[in-house]
């Protein structure tokens, strides 16, 4: 617990959702340029899920946040604010996070969307964190949803079969409780003069949108996947150290490391470079490619419910997001 604070911010529940249909990369043979070889061995994918008819950003948000609540035996009305991160909202506006609250039924809520891309969830856990530690609430909802699916160009192979869709969740909670648990810090970052690693171009308030900027492609995902790599290394083994050295441990503490999955090669090298043994990392891209801002949260309630975090554990989550973003939380589960 920070010394200068009273309260703590622990994960109390978690939750996730991901839409039924599966698109393996034999699926995607039949339409691209690629191979289940080549997205295998580059990226560690095999398959991802793709949102069907009358599922959004907000439905995927708003099952993974009632998962949440029932994990931790928490009513809806007692949550005081919704953070979603997604970069896929339903509309424009009003945001995602008013749709979950209105379908969740945490009637007492704030509601808003943050947007920081991949690195969603940790920008969401960092400002959860300050108004529980504050004392200002006692649950926070933070859901990262995405359907990454709707803005991908299924003509590009470099993009489209790295990108998935789903939704997932945690419960943030105040507690005064003595001792060493909780969310012990976050650390986020920002260098938008790499905004152009990975963009979406497509105008809103900049051109207004416009059939040109549509057929144009403008609202797909581009991204520097090489470029976007190397630095992707560099910012998470950085933050991570940062993480560790600030609360008194060093890479031997951690017991999880549960990463943003972008690339199975990119998980690899981090962790390498932090020198925590490969069984200490908690790896799902296989079934779900990149979820963007929900690919962490996926990930920690897989690891908990698969038994992979134990109470007392030190889990290290580092990400890397568009932005550039990036950011790590260190919790004692
Ligand atoms: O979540 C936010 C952060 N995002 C990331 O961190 C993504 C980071 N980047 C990556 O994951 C990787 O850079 C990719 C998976 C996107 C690409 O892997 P790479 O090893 O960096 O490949 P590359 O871009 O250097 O391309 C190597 C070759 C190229 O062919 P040539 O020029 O060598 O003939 C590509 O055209 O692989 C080709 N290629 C493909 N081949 C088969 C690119 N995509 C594909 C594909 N199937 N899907």
């Not at 398959?47 to 959004?56: F, K, Y």
């Not at 299924?154 to 969310?183: H, M, P, Q, V, Y």
């Amino acid at each position: 617990m920070n010394k200068y604070t009273q309260y703590k911010a622990e994960v109390a529940g978690t939750g996730m959702h991901v839409p039924k249909k599966v698109l393996t990369n034999f699926d995607l043979e039949k339409t691209l340029d690629t191979s289940d070889e080549w997205i295998r061995t580059r990226t560690g994918i095999r398959e991802r899920r793709i949102a069907g008819e009358g599922e959004s950003s907000s439905t995927l948000a708003a099952q993974a946040g009632n998962q949440a609540l029932n994990s931790a035996g928490v009513a809806p009305e007692e949550v005081d604010l919704i953070i979603v991160c997604t970069s896929t909202p339903d509309i424009l506006f009003p945001s995602t996070a008013c749709f979950v609250q209105k379908e969740i039924g945490a009637v007492n809520a704030a509601a808003y969307d943050i947007s920081a891309v991949c690195s969603g969830f940790v920008f969401g856990l960092s400002i959860a964190e300050q108004y529980l530690k504050s004392g200002r609430y006692r649950y926070v909802l933070v859901i990262g949803s995405e359907t990454n699916s709707r803005i991908v160009d299924w003509t590009d192979r470099s993009t489209c079969i790295l990108f998935g869709d789903g939704a997932g969740a945690a419960l943030l909670k105040r507690t005064e409780s003595a001792g060493s648990g909780g969310l012990l810090s976050s650390h986020i970052y920002s260098d938008g003069g790499k905004s152009d690693l990975i963009i979406v171009p497509g105008g809103i308030g900049k051109t207004g949108v416009s059939c040109k900027s549509v057929e144009a492609g403008d609202y797909f995902i581009k991204m520097l996947g090489n470029a976007t790599f190397k630095v992707a290394v560099k910012r998470m083994v950085e933050v991570s150290q940062e993480a560790l050295e600030f609360n008194g441990f060093t890479h031997k503490d951690v017991d999880l490391v549960v990463p943003h999955q972008a690339n199975r090669r990119i998980m690899d090298v981090v962790t390498e470079k932090l020198g925590i043994p490969a069984d200490r990392i908690f790896i799902n891209i296989d079934k779900y490619g990149n979820t963007s801002a929900a690919s962490i949260p996926i990930a920690l309630h897989e690891a908990w419910g698969e038994g992979r975090i134990a109470p007392g554990n030190l889990v290290l989550l580092p990400v890397i997001g568009a932005g550039l973003t990036w950011g790590a939380a260190l919790i004692r589960w």
